[in-house]
C-alpha cells in the first residue's frame, strides 16, 4: 500500500483510490503521537529543569463504536448527562463509527504527582495543559487524515457547537449544587466505544489505567465496532477508597463520589498560583487503578 506524506496526516491508497481502514486509524493516530514534538516539552516552556524534553503520553489505545448506539440515546437522561448531549449523528448526520482515543501520561509524570499530596507536579501541569493543547493537534491530524481518504469527519470538541458550563441539576435530591458538563463527553463516549468504566473519583479505568487524557472523532467512515466487555459502569472500579485519602480537598465520599464543586474550587487554586496552567490529578497516581484494571478485592 503507498503511503503519501501530507504537512498534516497520511493518504492511503489501494487500487488508485483512497482508502482506509481500523489499522491505518490506529496506525495513524500512534505515529502521531510517537513522533509529534507536540508529545515533549519544549525548554521554553519548562515548568523546571526536570521537565525539559519531557514526554507526555505513551501510545495511545483506540476503541470503535457505532453512531447508532442505544446508549447515546440513554445519556440526554438527567440521571446521566442530560438533554443537551449531543449524539454522534446529531454532530454528523452522516456518520457512521465513533473513535475514542484514551492517551495514557508517561511514569514520569504519574510518579512525580503521586509524591507531593498537597498540590500537582509541574509535570503533572504540563500534562493537563500542554497535554491538551498536543490532543488538539492529534485530533486535528486524525481529521484531517480520515477527510483526506474521503470521508467526512470532525472533532466535536474541537467544533464551534461544542459547550462546556455548569447545567443546574435538575434532580435536586442528587446534587444541590451545578452540574459541570459538556454536550459532548469524552469519558461517556470512551465507555459507549468498549475503553472502560467509571470509578469512584469519576474517572475511566482503560486497560491502560486512569492516568490520561480522551479525545475523540466521529467519522463517516464504516470501521469494524468493538464491543463493551463490561455490563456495569463501575465494574473496573473496587471500590477500594484509595482516591478519596489521594484528593487533597477531600472533594470524594463513598457511594457518592466526586463532589464537582470541591473539586473545581480547588483546581481555581492550582490555577491562581500556575497561571496559565491548572490541574490536579491527585485522585487518579498512587492507587491500583493509575495504570492498569485494579485486581477485584477479595471480600
Not at 447515546?72 to 456518520?95: C, M, N, R
Given at each position: 500500500m503507498?503511503?503519501?506524506?501530507?504537512?498534516?496526516?497520511?493518504?492511503?491508497?489501494?487500487?488508485?483510490?483512497?482508502?482506509?481502514?481500523?489499522?491505518?486509524?490506529?496506525?495513524?493516530?500512534?505515529?502521531?503521537?510517537?513522533?509529534?514534538?507536540g508529545?515533549?516539552?519544549?525548554?521554553?516552556?519548562?515548568?523546571?529543569?526536570?521537565c525539559?524534553?519531557?514526554?507526555?503520553?505513551?501510545?495511545?489505545?483506540?476503541?470503535?463504536?457505532?453512531?447508532?448506539?442505544?446508549?447515546?440515546?440513554?445519556?440526554?437522561?438527567?440521571?446521566?448527562?442530560?438533554?443537551?448531549?449531543?449524539?454522534?449523528?446529531?454532530?454528523?448526520?452522516?456518520?457512521?463509527?465513533?473513535?475514542?482515543?484514551?492517551?495514557?501520561?508517561?511514569?514520569?509524570?504519574?510518579?512525580?504527582?503521586?509524591?507531593?499530596?498537597?498540590?500537582?507536579a509541574?509535570?503533572?501541569?504540563?500534562?493537563?495543559?500542554?497535554?491538551q493543547?498536543?490532543?488538539?493537534?492529534?485530533?486535528?491530524?486524525?481529521?484531517?487524515?480520515?477527510?483526506?481518504?474521503?470521508?467526512?469527519?470532525?472533532?466535536?470538541?474541537?467544533?464551534?457547537?461544542y459547550?462546556?458550563?455548569?447545567?443546574?441539576?435538575?434532580?435536586?435530591?442528587?446534587?444541590?449544587?451545578?452540574?459541570?458538563?459538556?454536550n459532548?463527553?469524552?469519558?461517556h463516549?470512551?465507555?459507549?466505544?468498549?475503553?472502560?468504566?467509571?470509578?469512584?473519583?469519576?474517572?475511566l479505568?482503560?486497560?491502560?489505567?486512569m492516568?490520561?487524557?480522551?479525545?475523540?472523532?466521529?467519522?463517516?467512515?464504516?470501521?469494524?465496532?468493538?464491543?463493551?466487555?463490561?455490563?456495569?459502569?463501575?465494574?473496573?472500579?473496587?471500590?477500594?477508597?484509595?482516591c478519596?485519602?489521594?484528593?487533597?480537598?477531600g472533594?470524594?465520599?463513598?457511594?457518592?463520589?466526586?463532589?464537582?464543586?470541591?473539586?473545581?474550587?480547588?483546581?481555581?487554586?492550582?490555577?491562581?498560583?500556575?497561571?496559565?496552567?491548572?490541574g490536579?490529578?491527585?485522585?487518579?497516581?498512587?492507587?491500583?487503578?493509575?495504570?492498569?484494571?485494579?485486581?477485584?478485592?477479595?471480600?
Amino acid at each position: 500500500m503507498e503511503l503519501e506524506t501530507l504537512s498534516l496526516g497520511y493518504v492511503f491508497w489501494r487500487n488508485g483510490e483512497t482508502y482506509m481502514n481500523k489499522e491505518d486509524v490506529i496506525k495513524v493516530v500512534q505515529d502521531f503521537t510517537i513522533n509529534s514534538p507536540g508529545n515533549y516539552i519544549s525548554k521554553d516552556v519548562a515548568m523546571s529543569l526536570d521537565c525539559i524534553d519531557m514526554k507526555i503520553y505513551e501510545a495511545p489505545i483506540l476503541g470503535f463504536g457505532a453512531v447508532d448506539d442505544e446508549i447515546y440515546q440513554g445519556y440526554k437522561s438527567d440521571d446521566v448527562i442530560g438533554s443537551h448531549f449531543l449524539e454522534p449523528t446529531e454532530w454528523l448526520p452522516s456518520a457512521k463509527t465513533v473513535i475514542s482515543i484514551f492517551y495514557p501520561y508517561t511514569e514520569k509524570i504519574k510518579r512525580a504527582n503521586s509524591l507531593d499530596k498537597t498540590w500537582p507536579a509541574s509535570e503533572w501541569l504540563h500534562g493537563r495543559f500542554e497535554g491538551q493543547q498536543f490532543i488538539v493537534l492529534a485530533l486535528e491530524n486524525l481529521v484531517v487524515t480520515i477527510t483526506k481518504a474521503g470521508f467526512e469527519t470532525i472533532a466535536p470538541s474541537l467544533d464551534k457547537r461544542y459547550n462546556t458550563g455548569s447545567h443546574k441539576d435538575k434532580d435536586k435530591k442528587k446534587d444541590s449544587g451545578s452540574r459541570f458538563t459538556s454536550n459532548w463527553s469524552e469519558r461517556h463516549v470512551a465507555y459507549a466505544c468498549g475503553l472502560g468504566t467509571f470509578g469512584l473519583s469519576k474517572g475511566l479505568i482503560t486497560k491502560r489505567g486512569m492516568a490520561g487524557r480522551f479525545g475523540s472523532v466521529v467519522t463517516q467512515l464504516d470501521l469494524s465496532k468493538d464491543a463493551r466487555s463490561y455490563k456495569d459502569v463501575y465494574e473496573y472500579c473496587t471500590m477500594c477508597g484509595a482516591c478519596k485519602s489521594r484528593c487533597p480537598e477531600g472533594a470524594i465520599s463513598a457511594p457518592e463520589g466526586k463532589q464537582l464543586a470541591l473539586c473545581s474550587s480547588f483546581l481555581d487554586k492550582v490555577g491562581e498560583r500556575n497561571n496559565p496552567r491548572y490541574g490536579c490529578g491527585k485522585c487518579q497516581v498512587g492507587v491500583p487503578c493509575t495504570s492498569e484494571i485494579p485486581a477485584k478485592l477479595n471480600i
